[in-house]
């Protein structure tokens, strides 16, 4: 007969812990917990449990190819003994610092590698995280965003209306469910959401002039979708908090922290990194619906001639290298040779717009 243990079990997806009952038997770890009087049973395989942590009184363990991955928290001995048996661990190693000089001198390195983490590491492992949150978690956080971002806007319905149509007319294979909204702005800008938003300002809308420019905008501005440019980004600029939220396995903190710093979506800026990979996501765009490259060339050179003498956003201003950009999407044009026939319905949307 198995012997039965206590232990706190995370689902990964809150950071609220079941009291669980948990034992070992045939190579399994097996878990019994209620949720809402019905009780879940798991099982755990041997070869798939990682050990997150081990101390004398106190053990956690890691399960799931998923992440956040479940969670384990144990703290009677002799489970944790059994465990180490069972596991195959011949020696588990407990340091144990009684110098003075010692713990002072763990306490520095522990510091100084905690300011270096939050300096140069945190960023990295936040954009770790962000290519590898669930998508839904990403859409619906990303509904929220656009509540926050849109609140207080004069929202243009007509032009939104129109340029959801122009948008629909182009041939992308979507991941995400796009929702394009119009502001009323003097203010040239347009950016992404994450999950599918984008928010173009009707001064930039009103300087587009043909239907090549203004896909070519949109097919970028997805392109920062599909690649989940505008996660990664938000991710790295809090990753701080972050951090935190995943540590405790809590994917709705996540989503809550972005959406409290929904503004910062205005002001975020790209590295020539993605912001090149969007260029081109947004170039073969315009190439599979026949379209001409040189629409992408003549928006980065809209942004360049009239940077002086219209208030463009900070954003699109300041964006990398837009002469590097100008001349990427040129060698584009010289390098694919094909026939430009965009279709009536498109130019048709296009012409609405305008009009």
Partial sequence: MELVYQARYFTGKTAHPYSASIYLHEEKLHIHYFDKDEQIELIWEKNAIEIAQHRDQFLSLKYGQVFPKQLLEITDTNFIEEFRKFSGHKKWFNVKLTSPVSIIGLIVVFGLSLWLSYIFLLPTIADSIAKSFPKEYEISM????????????????????????????????????????????????????????IVVYDELLNKVSSADQLAALLAH????????????????TLSGYIFISVLFSDLNSVANVIVENANQLRNLSYSRELESEADNYGLLILKENNLSGAGMQKLFELFKEEGGSMEVDELLSTHPDLDSRIENANQFVKNNTYTLSPSDSLIAAFNEIKN
């Fill in 221 to 236: 501005e997805y392109g920062h979708v599909e690649k989940k440019h505008a996660t990664r980004n938000l991710f790295r």
């Fill in 142 to 197: 990303g509904e929220s965003l656009y509540k926050s971002v849109l609140a207080g806007e004069e929202i243009d319905s007509v032009k939104t209306k129109e340029i959801n149509h122009f948008f629909n007319q182009l041939e992308i294979k979507k991941s995400y469910p796009v929702k394009i909204t119009v502001v009323k702005s003097k203010v040239v800008n347009a950016f992404a959401l994450p999950g599918g938003g």
